[in-house]
């Protein structure tokens, strides 16, 4: 050792000390790909991709080859550090001489590149799998006699690695990611996503138009009458009844008998020849579920019956669509940002539709409107003037009928008015 020259000691150091960096920074880039991106460049057959795929299928052989040369070269470097010391300044520089080795591998063979690999890991991570993939077939006896006890090890508290399951990702966890993804994608396909996501969790009970606010046809009314309410009509379809909407007799499609209003012969009858069946859906059918029946049965149309076949609301395709993808017509939601952050909110307003407008997380397990909210809430119906926190978001009623809240305004959450 003492014939060669400090210079060529030198150079190598300097390239076990950039081997190390190699190993280290390789291994967090590998470790850190993103699975979901790295799947995608696999589908389009990135070649770098699908070596690094291959090599994370047994991760414990990749850390046993990136272990092993990683503590091959460190401990080489220490030899090599010491002879340095030695050789410049005795056998009282080895101190020193370690000192500075442990100070040069930190900053430049484990915390730059590490770094670097944890903010760019395709940068490292695709390049080193070409290394990597010849390395293990090269030195897969001792990568294996290695992974052999650390496995028989790992055993001793349950540990199987090569029963390691596929990575999940939850509902939860997705909303997550697609929530924090405004940089990556527009806010309305963010919305989309969200609400695609949400259908799972929602019935058409949470969507629905209430009972009282359906629009249909009493065929037992005058045909004077049932004529104005087809003209007059802003929907498509309508449930045709007899006195009550408990008596639901078909849906019309209003397109079959507009040519005949104005036949002098036009009776009733050419109503109820035209009838759709009607479809009746259970109230706490998932809209998931209820999206694919729409599909499968061809109907943009039902009624929603409760567990003794009330009639308890009206739902249509189009409330389906409009809750992935937000309001088909947003001139009037019922919702009034003001100037100092509150809102101006109809009561009628479901409690789902005011949390995708505001952001909020009111519950939705029971009552549907702000209305029904409010009055569990408070257990009374309130007089307009009356100020409340609801599940802490303060509000102050502005108006109510005999039976129920018509309007309220929400205040920032700072506090409750003056």
């Known amino acids: 050792m003492n014939d060669i020259p400090l210079s060529l000691l030198f150079g190598a150091l300097a390239l076990l000390l950039l081997l190390s960096a190699f190993f280290s920074g390789s291994e967090t880039a590998l470790m850190t790909l993103n699975r979901y991106r790295l799947q995608h460049l696999v589908k389009h057959h990135h070649r770098g991709a699908t070596k690094a795929q291959k090599l994370l299928q047994r991760p414990d052989r990749l850390i046993g080859m990136i272990l092993l040369g990683n503590n091959f070269v460190n401990i080489l470097a220490s030899s090599i550090a010491t002879i340095i010391a030695i050789r410049i300044g005795g056998e009282s520089s080895i101190a020193i001489g370690a000192g500075i080795l442990t100070v040069v591998i930190l900053i430049f063979s484990e915390v730059t590149p590490k770094t670097l690999a944890a903010i760019k890991p395709e940068l490292l991570a695709f390049p080193s799998a070409w290394i990597y993939i010849p390395m293990l077939k090269v030195f897969y006896p001792f990568v ?22 596929k990575e999940t990702i939850s509902k939860e966890e997705l909303k997550s990611i697609v929530s924090e993804a405004e940089s990556l994608m527009p806010k309305r396909y963010q919305n989309i996503l969200l609400g695609i996501l949400d259908l799972e969790s929602a019935t058409v009970e949470d969507i629905m138009t209430p009972r009282h606010e359906i629009y249909g046809i009493d065929i037992d009314e005058p045909i004077e009458n049932i004529i104005e309410t087809i003209k007059s009509s802003s929907h498509t379809r309508l449930p045709v009844f007899k006195k009550s909407i408990d008596r639901v007799v078909g849906f019309l499609h209003l397109r079959s008998v507009l040519t005949h209003l104005n036949h002098e012969t036009f009776d009733k009858n050419d109503i109820l020849e035209t009838l759709i069946k009607p479809y009746f859906i259970p109230e706490n059918t998932p809209l998931h579920n209820q999206l694919q029946h729409f599909k499968s049965e061809r109907l943009r149309i039902g009624l ?45 307003v479901t409690i789902r539709e005011l949390n995708r407008i505001t952001g909020w997380k009111l519950p939705t397990e029971g009552p549907k409107t702000i209305n029904g909210l409010i009055i569990e809430f408070m257990e009374t119906i309130p007089e307009p003037g009356t100020s409340v926190r609801l599940h802490g978001h303060p509000l102050e009623i502005i108006k109510r009928t005999k039976n129920s809240v018509t309007q309220v305004k929400f205040y920032p959450n700072q506090g409750l008015p003056d």
């Open 304 to 348: 929603v019956v409760d567990e003794y076949g009330d009639v308890q609301g009206l739902v249509t395709l189009e409330d389906l669509l409009q809750e992935i993808v937000g309001e088909l017509v947003s001139d009037d939601q019922g919702v009034s940002k003001l100037t100092d952050g509150g809102y101006l909110v109809d009561a009628s």
């Open 144 to 165: 294996a006699t290695i992974n052999f006890f650390c496995n028989l090890l790992l055993r001793l508290f349950g540990i199987h690695v090569t029963q390691n399951k």
